[in-house]
């Protein structure tokens, strides 16, 4: 398929030109076609990309669908993949030098004792150059279990972040749209999967079917965002209130791991020259000690 910001670009212009989406999918191409199956047999678009697209992006497309907005939406999704994988890159960037250099360094500390044919030693050393850095990164990508959420503390505050984000702009732009709460309630929640507004989301569901306003859900979610929602459910404010709070939690993520990035980078390189250090120290004391010195 299709990279998404390409996807959302050329179906907003084949829109704009008053091609139906089928006939726009068949001109994208791509691995689409179980997409343009369930648009033959009578899906909407948002149905038909289920499965294809992000949960968020299906929300946003649902709400595009009940405001008639669809060529703003579509614009707007092919931006923010755009962002995102910019974003992706420079974080990748800025951890590439010193995962290079952990690398470089796993190679040449086991060289001595390679040499001498002491394999365990050569494997000691470089498992201590690269099994901190790898399992760290296992454990922060650490994936929820059921009755058992990610905690909202480093290192996974970002995805808590993220997520919580991502459910409060489905929901704001649902509910704008004037998407009934039923059906935007599970649209909203799978778009912020494990995160702690989709576990409210969840709550509120049963609020919604008994009638009850969203409020009393609301009991995960920080005080802030708690105190604002429900003033703005009262207000009738509900969806511009989402979509401010998850802009803020948006930018609360970036800041952290721009923060976290600053921070890791020169405490992997101090660890990583400690280790060299080591590796040197440990390398002449054993010339010392053959040389009977």
């Known amino acids: 398929m299709a990279s998404l910001p390409t996807l959302y670009r050329a179906l907003a212009s084949l829109h704009r030109a008053g091609v139906g989406w089928r006939e726009a999918?068949?001109?994208?191409?791509?691995?689409?076609h179980e997409p343009r199956q369930r648009l033959a047999q009578g899906a909407t678009l948002p149905q038909a990309l289920t499965g294809h697209v992000p949960p968020l992006d299906v929300a946003l497309l649902r709400a595009a669908e009940a405001s008639g907005t669809y060529e703003r939406v579509l614009e707007h999704l092919a931006q923010r993949h755009e962002e995102e994988h910019r974003a992706r890159?420079?974080?990748?960037?800025?951890?590439?030098?010193?995962?290079?250099?952990?690398?470089?360094?796993?190679?040449l500390m086991p060289l001595p004792d390679l040499v001498r044919g002491d394999l365990p030693a050569a494997a000691g050393w470089a498992l201590a150059a690269l099994a901190p850095i790898y399992l760290f990164m296992a454990y922060s990508r650490r994936a929820p279990r059921p009755g058992r959420p990610l905690p909202a503390r480093f290192p996974f505050t970002a995805r808590v972040l993220e997520m919580d984000?991502?459910?409060?702009?489905?929901?704001?732009?649902?509910?704008?749209?004037?998407?009934?709460?039923r059906e935007a309630l599970p649209m909203a929640r799978e778009a912020g999967?494990?995160?702690?507004?989709?576990?409210?989301?969840?709550?509120?569901e049963a609020f919604v079917a008994e009638g009850a306003p969203l409020a009393g859900a609301w009991t995960e979610v920080p005080d802030d965002l708690r105190v604002g929602l429900?003033?703005?459910?009262?207000?009738?404010?509900?969806?511009?209130?989402?979509?401010?709070?998850?802009?803020?939690?948006?930018?609360?993520?970036?800041?952290?791991?721009?923060?976290?990035?600053?921070?890791?980078?020169?405490?992997?390189?101090?660890?990583?020259?400690?280790?060299?250090?080591?590796?040197?120290?440990?390398?002449?004391?054993?010339?010392?000690?053959?040389?009977?010195?």
């Open 193 to 204: 999967t494990h995160g702690r507004v989709a576990r409210d989301l969840a709550r509120a």
């Open 230 to 293: 429900a003033s703005a459910e009262r207000a009738g404010s509900l969806g511009r209130e989402c979509a401010a709070s998850a802009e803020r939690l948006a930018l609360d993520a970036d800041l952290w791991r721009q923060r976290v990035l600053g921070r890791s980078v020169p405490l992997v390189m101090l660890a990583l020259g400690l280790l060299v250090a080591a590796r040197v120290i440990s390398f002449y004391a054993g010339i010392f000690r053959l040389a009977g010195l």
């Open 25 to 32: 999918l068949d001109s994208v191409g791509g691995a689409l």
């Open 165 to 181: 984000a991502r459910a409060l702009a489905a929901l704001g732009a649902l509910y704008d749209a004037g998407v009934p709460l």
């Open 89 to 107: 890159g420079k974080r990748r960037a800025a951890l590439a030098y010193p995962l290079t250099v952990a690398h470089v360094s796993a190679l």
